[in-house]
């Protein structure tokens, strides 16, 4: 846990230092997760893809959990983006998330993490407990407040049984209709089960 | 552990002809399925698990594809057992179609065997299209059928994305309270989602 304030004294310019290092194991460290999942990726193999030493991948990352958690922290580490979005009328909550999980998957940029999460949560117990609990931690937290909730714990899963199906089908499986519809259309179909879920 | 009893039967019959070597071949494909996923396993590695000539499943199955597939087929092949449940009023088919993939999904000696499909599905490209293909073609056929549907195409993909994504949340993801619900208040939460996509 000393590489959090490891992490946090990165900026200060010796050679392990560049801001760019950390970023390039990163994205190295995505790719290796997508294509091969979370147990046949490891530090090494990481360091290898970015082309740097392995000592330095141990030098920003305590170890795997934690350099898979820097890859699964795309979706909602920008927590006030989030947090902006669902700011909306309650009767519009359910087509706002919908949106805005549209919004950041199509993004070709976070897709390939997005997807490489997804991925190594569907074969690795491990993965599947990171995921479950950022997901959890992070939905519940969010959309429980946006939404006033006072019984989360009940309304959120199925929120995300629709949500993370809805990913599965679209990104995954590629189903069509659904993979080549606009969002706003998406969002319009899928929206008021999220509201129901929420509120009846 | 009924399916390692009956994977045992095995040895009973006669070499190539019995149909339990098929049976049993079939079975290993499901573990190796499971474990290693789609990529990671071979006829090779298939035929070394059920403890038969490599030449024996060749003579069972012209591929991988297609030893993929009758391991897939598990929920699929008892077309009959889905018909049949599906024969209910419109209105209660949402509730219905949760009932049974719960029962299905519920059942130790399937389980293995599924979640094999949707590990590989998630990994791999060539089984994602083998899931989409049959998974599409079967609901879609039973489902239209059973609710009548002059527009099943627009609307089965919506079906499929909320049926998969509770599948993945309650076997996968294991979010409780969803991993522990009783079937029937799963169906009931569940249901009339799927209602309003067959429907509405």
Redesign the interface.
């Known amino acids: 846990m000393t590489a959090r304030t490891v992490r946090g004294a990165r900026a200060v310019g010796r050679r392990p230092g560049s801001p760019d290092t950390r970023g390039s194991i990163v994205a190295a460290a995505r790719e290796e997760f997508a294509v091969h999942?979370f147990a046949q990726t490891s530090l090494r193999s990481v360091a290898r893809s970015a082309g740097v030493d392995p000592a330095l991948v141990h030098h920003y990352f305590a170890g795997k959990d934690e350099l898979f958690l820097a890859a699964l922290d795309i979706p909602f580490s920008p927590k006030d983006e989030l947090r902006a979005a669902l700011d909306v009328p309650h009767e519009q909550l359910g087509e706002t998330i919908i949106r805005f999980v549209l919004r950041i998957w199509d993004d070709p940029t976070r897709q390939p993490g997005l997807l490489a999460v997804?991925?190594s949560?569907?074969?690795t117990e491990h993965a599947?407990a990171l995921?479950?609990d950022g997901?959890?931690d992070a939905l519940m937290a969010e959309v429980s407040a946006a939404a006033g909730l006072t019984d989360p714990?009940?309304r959120i899963?199925?929120v995300?049984?629709?949500?993370?199906?809805?990913i599965?089908?679209?990104y995954?499986?590629?189903?069509?209709?659904?993979t080549s519809m606009p969002p706003d259309q998406v969002a319009a179909?899928?929206g008021?089960?999220l509201q129901?879920?929420l509120f009846d």
């Open positions: 999942g997804l991925r949560s569907a074969t599947t995921l479950r997901l959890v714990e009940t899963p199925f995300i049984s629709q949500t993370i199906g809805l599965f089908a679209r995954v499986l590629r189903l069509e209709p659904l179909h899928v008021p089960t129901r879920y």
